[in-house]
């Protein structure tokens, strides 16, 4: 059984920082499967977006509002993906959810078709 929990989330002024964790069970990481990872977030009232996406080759993508801000990675010896948010902004107030998927990293990632998803953690960014 797959499941992904995500940690880290919390109440930050504008300007700082936050590092999310989402930690994978029953789901392997390794170089040579075949698996995407990736992060997205749903602001109140808005519809749920893509944030960032990574491929189990370490390939990276951002939406475009977060590039140069946000960093995705992964351990695939812990089995844990991160998202480091730096220079935060009021915008980025979300719940900010970890997804997975068994195939590999395609257009498909970015319109959130993933299979596996966490319960979310709030990520509030304060003026």
């Known amino acids: 059984q797959v499941q992904l929990v995500e940690s880290g989330g919390g109440s930050v002024q504008a300007g700082g920082s936050l590092r999310l964790s989402c930690a994978v069970s029953g789901f392997t990481f390794s170089r040579n499967s075949r698996y995407c990872l990736g992060w997205f977030r749903q602001a109140p009232g808005k519809e749920r977006e893509w944030v960032a996406v990574i491929s189990s080759g370490g390939t990276t993508d951002y939406v475009d509002s977060v590039k140069d801000r946000f960093t995705i990675s992964k351990d695939n010896l812990k089995n844990t993906l991160d998202l480091e948010m730096n220079r935060l902004k009021p915008e980025d107030t979300a719940i900010y959810y970890c997804?997975?998927?068994?195939?590999?990293?395609?257009?498909?990632?970015?319109?959130?078709?993933?299979?596996?998803w966490g319960q979310g953690t709030q990520v509030t960014v304060s003026s």
């Open positions: 997804a997975a998927d068994a195939n590999w990293c395609d257009n498909w990632a970015k319109r959130g078709q993933f299979f596996y």
